[in-house]
């Protein structure tokens, strides 16, 4: 398994906190040719599901796959939120390899 980084920043602004996570992941749709051998494809290989929990409690998901670039970059809005809560961000891909990165709300 390769290292992946999952990075996350947080901005709270009038109640709300904006979360960006970005994780380093090829995000491999299967259909595009190896470059070594073009009568072959390279295997597809995405992330599938990404859980954020602030404080220890699921407070959202999403569920991607291989449409998305290399790379993601994933945005939500969270409502109550308050300085000192711990978010805490995983993900798992279709080969088996999982994630996570945690932060402290600003």
């Known amino acids: 398994m390769a290292d992946r980084q999952t990075k996350i920043r947080t901005k709270t602004q009038g109640g709300d906190t904006d979360v960006l996570v970005l994780v380093s992941h090829p995000m491999e749709s299967g259909l595009r040719p190896d470059p070594k051998d ?7 290989h995405f992330i599938e599901k990404m859980t954020f929990a602030l404080n220890g409690k699921e407070v959202a998901n999403a569920d991607l796959g ?8 994933v945005g939500i809005k969270l409502k109550g939120a308050k300085a000192g ?6 993900w798992s891909d279709n080969k088996g390899e999982s994630g996570s990165g945690e932060a402290t709300i600003g």
């Open 66 to 73: 291989p449409a998305v670039s290399t790379d993601p970059l």
């Open 38 to 44: 073009k009568d072959k494809k390279i295997p597809a």
């Open 85 to 90: 809560d711990k978010l805490k961000v995983t």
